[in-house]
């Protein structure tokens, strides 16, 4: 049976780190509320020059030398975002310019905080449909240019990254993504959503001067649909592939809040030791939180072949997915 092997894995984050000490000169908060209620202690935020698709160029650039695989051997470029650095052109077609990926085709996948585990659902298709296809799949956000920083309710969370998978569509084998589960409501888009910046709202000097372009969010609302999507769609995703938590070497769900992790966690039946948290130390990250954990994962010889990887995300739409890999 056919199946898409991650062959490589990478990330990138700006240098610059913002602390909650940092945010406490900014807006009415507190380090011990920001840790207690969301478990970050800190988050890169990018500087002048870096953006969305030279992060998500750098963690490319990774994954190809860890795959061993050239630039010009890539075919597709998939890249979850909803901070492109313009609306045209796509994300992953300036990746493609700077990696030189000459002959690969290139997208984005806007499904906010799921993008990543969209992106990747898509890029497997892809991968088992043309065997030996390299793909690489990136979920990438500059969210401080899209965070209202006078609003505390959202500032404190959010982050810049970007992490990328090199993906390979293998002739048969049992390693690789063994299912994907993808899931949308749009019913309940105004409890997460960017009110302004797009054809129902343009750009304009009124909406900027609101900072109607920066991201809405009813925390406590969407907490409670997060757990129990994510918990669902999991459940899902388990019993598709007849696992039990038991199974599960690695769950690594979106970082969007310690707290939600811990509640999924738990009802699931997954010792939090098998939970994958880098939250502390790069915020709510959005699309790039789950590669980036990934990343780090890999790269520190947590996960090893063989092991079964639960990947679990949630974000505006609402959107939501699962993936299980078997490393
Ligand atoms: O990534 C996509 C999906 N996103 C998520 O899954 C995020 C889900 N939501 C959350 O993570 C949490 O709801 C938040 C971290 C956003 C907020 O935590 P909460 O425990 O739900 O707090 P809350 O919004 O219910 O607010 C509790 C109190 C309020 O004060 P009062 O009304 O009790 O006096 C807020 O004004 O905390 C206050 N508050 C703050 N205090 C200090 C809100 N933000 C802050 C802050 N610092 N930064």
Not at 281 to 288: L, Q
Request: hydrophobic content about 40%; charged content about 25%.
């Amino acid at each position: 049976m056919a199946r898409s092997v991650i062959l490589g894995t990478g990330a990138a984050a700006p240098s610059k780190i913002l602390t909650n000490q940092d945010l406490e000169r900014i807006v009415d908060t507190s380090d011990e509320w920001i840790c207690t209620r969301t478990g970050v202690k800190q988050r890169h935020i990018a500087e002048d020059g870096e953006t969305t698709s030279s992060l998500a160029t750098e963690a490319s650039l990774q994954a190809l030398e860890m795959a061993g695989v050239s630039p010009e051997d890539v075919d597709m470029i998939v890249v979850g975002t909803t901070s492109p650095d313009m609306y045209m052109p796509n994300t992953g077609a300036l990746v493609q310019k700077n990696i030189g990926a000459h002959k690969a085709f290139a997208f984005d996948v806007f499904a906010a905080c799921s993008g990543f585990v969209y992106a990747l659902s898509v890029a497997d298709k892809f991968a088992k449909d043309k065997l030996n296809s390299k793909i690489l799949v990136i979920g990438a956000e500059l969210l401080s240019t899209i965070t209202d920083w006078q609003d505390r309710n959202t500032c404190v969370l959010f982050g810049d990254a970007a992490g990328a998978v090199l993906l390979s569509g293998e002739p048969k084998g049992d390693r690789g993504i063994l299912s994907t589960h993808l899931r949308s409501d749009g019913s309940l888009w105004e409890l997460l959503h960017i009110p302004g910046g797009g054809c129902v709202y343009p750009p304009s000097a009124e909406m900027a001067e609101k900072r109607d372009y920066c991201i809405r969010m009813q925390g406590n609302e969407v907490f409670k649909h997060a757990v129990r999507s994510l918990t669902d769609i999991a459940k899902e995703a388990l019993k598709a592939n007849h696992f039990s938590p038991d199974d599960v070497d690695w769950f690594i769900p979106h970082q969007a809040n310690i707290r939600i992790m811990k509640q999924v966690a738990e009802r699931l039946e997954i010792p939090i030791e098998r939970v994958y948290v880098n939250i502390d130390r790069y915020g709510n990250t959005s699309s790039a939180s789950i590669p980036v954990a990934l990343n780090e994962a890999n790269r520190l010889g947590r996960i090893k072949r063989g092991d079964v990887v639960l990947l679990d995300a949630f974000g505006g739409g609402f959107t939501w997915g699962a993936v299980i890999i078997r490393w």
